[in-house]
């Protein structure tokens, strides 16, 4: 059984930093891409950063040049540096992977860690 646990969110002020944590364990032959998406009362999930096992990263529009991704090879464990951060920017993360569990590659979800930004 695959599981991918989440920490670091929190409460911060407007223009604070975080840094969120997500390690993958269990039945994990290959992984290709880590990440974390986002869901904010009332929308939709969406993108916030991905990277590969290569190191080619994808971010969402609203958070290029303010959040970081980066991943641990070796721990199977994805990181997200979240600066300057803004109110819109509150939301349940998501981590994210694609890994290979047996002998299908499928999308693997963790139960999600709260941000949010508030003076």
């Known amino acids: 059984q695959v599981q991918l646990v989440e920490s670091g969110g929190g409460l911060v002020q407007p223009g604070g930093s975080l840094r969120l944590s997500c390690a993958a364990s269990?039945?994990?032959?290959?992984?290709?891409?880590m990440g974390w998406y986002r869901q904010a009362p009332g929308k939709q999930r969406e993108l916030v950063a991905t990277?590969?096992?290569?190191?080619?990263?994808n971010y969402g529009e609203s958070v290029k040049e303010r959040f970081g991704i980066s991943r641990d090879n070796a721990k199977n464990t994805v990181y997200l540096q979240m600066n300057s951060l803004k109110p819109e920017d509150t939301a349940v993360y998501y981590c994210?992977?694609?890994?290979?569990?047996?002998?299908?590659?499928?999308?693997?979800w963790g139960q999600g860690t709260q941000v949010t930004v508030s003076s």
């Open positions: 269990g039945s994990i032959f290959s992984i290709n891409a």
């Open positions: 994210y992977m694609r890994g290979l569990s047996g002998v299908s590659w499928r999308d693997y």
């Open positions: 990277i590969t096992s290569s190191g080619t990263t």
